[in-house]
């Protein structure tokens, strides 16, 4: 099946540093999904984008649809240690199934 | 509280034994599926339903089936669980909406192992 290209697949970054991670995708999507999983749990929502282009912030964190419609990025800034866990990007195009990165497993040092 | 919820949420079985994970969601989502979770290789989807008794393939169906009978239900069943199958199981559910699948709101997961 279809997959994602996510990277890194691993960051370990000092508390207080700005992250930053994206999806690549060989074909194009109409909405991209930022995902954060912590150990034990179900991956939560972070983040939606329906629009290339569209910029959207939830908090610290920032997201974009790229223009081509085939790439996203995730930026964090000033990270804290309750940011650790494994970050996963997730395309869709129209109603078909969602297609998910690999992840991003973060780390934060204190 | 709006939530999907799955049982178990652990358990180790022995190969060739059937087993059905149940998955059930309160907020009258069209759109469920099932993935697995494998270290390096992220989320894979399994089965997903775009609404009752409508039932597709995902990427890793094999060894797998499901059925939705009713809405707010989507068990998965191993009837004849392999070593392979040992993995973490998410169930997720989400609504459709012109045309397009919203958002979708995952389970808390189930730890199968397979031994």
């Known amino acids: 099946g279809q997959q994602l290209n996510q990277s890194p697949q691993s960051m370990f970054i000092q508390e207080g540093e700005d992250v930053s991670m994206n999806c690549t995708s060989s074909?194009?999507?109409?909405?991209w999904l930022w995902y954060k999983q912590d150990p034990g749990e179900g991956p939560v929502l972070l983040i939606a984008l329906y629009k290339a282009g569209e910029l959207t912030s939830n908090g610290r964190l920032t997201a974009q649809f790229g223009i081509t419609r085939k790439d996203s990025f995730l930026n964090i800034s000033a990270s804290i240690p309750s940011d650790v866990g494994i970050y996963f990007c997730?395309?869709?195009?129209?109603?078909?199934?969602?297609?998910f990165g690999k992840g991003t497993r973060l780390s934060v040092i204190a | 509280e709006a939530q999907v919820t799955q049982n178990p949420r652990y358990l180790i079985t022995v190969t060739g034994k059937k087993l059905t994970v149940t998955c059930s969601q309160n907020m009258n989502h069209e759109y469920m599926s099932w993935y697995r979770q494998d270290p390096g290789l992220g989320l894979r989807q399994i089965y997903y339903?775009?609404?009752?008794?409508?039932?597709d393939k995902g990427d890793v169906p094999e060894g797998y089936k499901v059925s939705r009978k009713e809405k707010r239900n989507f068990p998965l069943i191993l009837e004849s669980p392999s070593p392979n199958q040992t993995s973490l199981y998410f169930c997720a559910s989400s609504l459709v909406g012109t045309g397009v699948i919203d958002t979708q709101y995952f389970g808390p997961g189930t730890r199968l192992t397979v031994l």
């Open positions: 997730a395309g869709q195009l129209g109603n078909t199934p969602l297609v």
């Open positions: 074909s194009i999507f109409n909405t």
């Open positions: 339903s775009m609404n009752v008794e409508v039932t």
